[in-house]
């Protein structure tokens, strides 16, 4: 299983970000009719071994709050 966090959108793609093999943070471009519709910038998203891609909202949700903690220690 593969954990990707959706960048942006570009075009006809999604480009995301996450480990790659060698551990190395790297951008994946995946076509956008392979999203899921309730996917948006920001959001993490999991590849199964069948290929399935969903979002994995329960790690996006951890991800908001990390964010949102950081940012109130920086404003004080």
């Known amino acids: 299983m593969r954990k990707l966090v959706i960048d ?16 190395e943070i790297r951008k994946f471009a995946i076509p956008m009719q392979e ?3 309730d996917a948006s910038e920001g959001v993490c998203i999991v590849i199964n071994d069948e290929g399935e891609i969903a ?7 951890k991800r908001k709050a990390q964010i949102l903690s950081k ?6």
Do not use: M, N
């Open 71 to 76: 940012e109130k220690k920086l404003i004080k």
């Open 55 to 61: 979002v994995d909202h329960e790690e996006t949700e």
């Open 35 to 37: 999203v899921p519709k």
């Open 8 to 23: 942006r959108f570009d075009g006809k793609y999604a480009i995301c970000e996450g480990e790659g093999k060698d551990g």
